[in-house]
């Protein structure tokens, strides 16, 4: 294949992705393969963050601060994203999350993403965020497969139908369309104490790594 016709189809891949722009991203599976090589550029979906194998509290999901201190995005359908979510961990996956975004679209917002089991992707632009403020995200189990979220003190304002629900996660998210270098990210979780760290899983995949938790919770952040 010619070099002019592998650039045009790099344009053409580059111009699908973009439909994409505003999501934030399904939640990593427990358990899979996803460290990346140990240098500086990235390609995918990378995780760092916190992920417990239940659902903790009498109907209350997650509900921790997600701080966006610094994110640089480096292309123009990448995203970086910090947010408190569940999953089923199924095939096809079902989620809602709530968290702080930035894309070159919408800039630093807000945000609520679900997909639920019946139905269509949603995602919901929340308003604008600022850097370096600390945001209340929650998940709440309303009844038996039923799911509300809230951002910022701006909830969702509808309930969404999800079984199954079996996985908690509180992540930091790197999204990069093609290979190169790797978005800048560091978010600051907090109220994490609860939680513990003796059900908690680590995800790192390098570049980007989680610290451990402690009291004052953890961050997320990357490259190193």
Not at 48 to 63: E, F, M, T
């Amino acid at each position: 294949m010619s070099r002019n016709r592998i650039v045009a189809l790099l344009v053409l891949l580059a111009a699908a992705t973009g439909a994409q722009v505003s999501r934030a991203g399904p939640p990593p599976l427990l358990g899979e393969d996803r460290v990346g090589p140990l240098y500086q550029t990235c390609v995918g979906y990378r995780y760092a963050g916190y992920a417990r194998s239940d659902i903790p509290g009498s109907g209350q999901a997650a509900s921790v601060n997600v701080n966006l201190q610094s994110a640089s995005i480096l292309s123009g359908t990448s995203v970086v994203a910090g947010w408190v979510g569940v999953d089923d961990q199924g095939s096809p996956r079902h989620w809602i999350q709530a968290g702080v975004t930035k894309n070159n679209t919408n800039g630093l917002i807000k945000y609520i993403e679900y997909n639920p089991t019946s139905g269509t992707y949603h995602f919901i632009n929340k308003g604008a965020a600022s850097t370096g403020t600390a945001y209340a995200a929650s998940v709440t189990k309303v009844a038996a497969g039923s799911w509300t979220a809230s951002i910022g003190g701006s909830s969702l304002g509808s309930n969404v139908s999800l079984s199954g629900m079996n996985t908690t996660q509180y992540e930091g998210e790197s999204y990069v369309p093609t290979e190169g270098q790797c978005n800048a990210m560091v978010y600051y979780f907090s109220s994490s104490s609860p939680y513990g760290t003796s059900v908690m899983t680590k995800i790192d995949d390098p570049p980007y790594v989680v610290d451990s938790i402690t009291s004052n919770g953890w961050h997320s952040h990357g490259p190193t």
